[in-house]
């Protein structure tokens, strides 16, 4: 079953996120991750929504989404994200077919 990590963001410092932006990608291909959306544009149609900016990455399972966010190479670059904004991440597990 597919999984996605979903973040919502709000950055507070441009350069250091475009750092930490620049990097993530590489840190996917190994567990077989893609991005479904990447920080394009966002309509709330209902209730409010605590962040401007979300992302949406398709991994191959849920432990290929949680092997990635524990890696070595996700960790090297976790604190740039952490530094520049403040959000929510979390794993889902896709619809059952």
Not at 17 to 32: C, H, I, N, Q, S
Request: proline share 5%; with cysteine; aromatic share 10%.
């Amino acid at each position: 079953m597919k999984a996605y990590v979903i973040a919502t963001e709000t950055i507070n410092d441009q350069a250091m996120f475009d750092a930490y932006r620049k990097e993530v990608p590489r840190t996917l291909v190994p567990f077989g991750g893609n991005f479904i959306a990447r920080g394009g544009q966002l309509t709330a149609l209902e209730g409010e929504w605590p962040h401007p900016r979300l992302v949406i990455i398709q991994f191959p399972s849920r432990a290929a989404a949680e092997a990635c966010y524990g890696s070595d190479e996700f960790k090297k670059i976790i604190l740039l994200r952490h530094k520049s904004s403040v959000g929510n991440l979390v794993i889902v597990d896709g619809a059952i077919d």
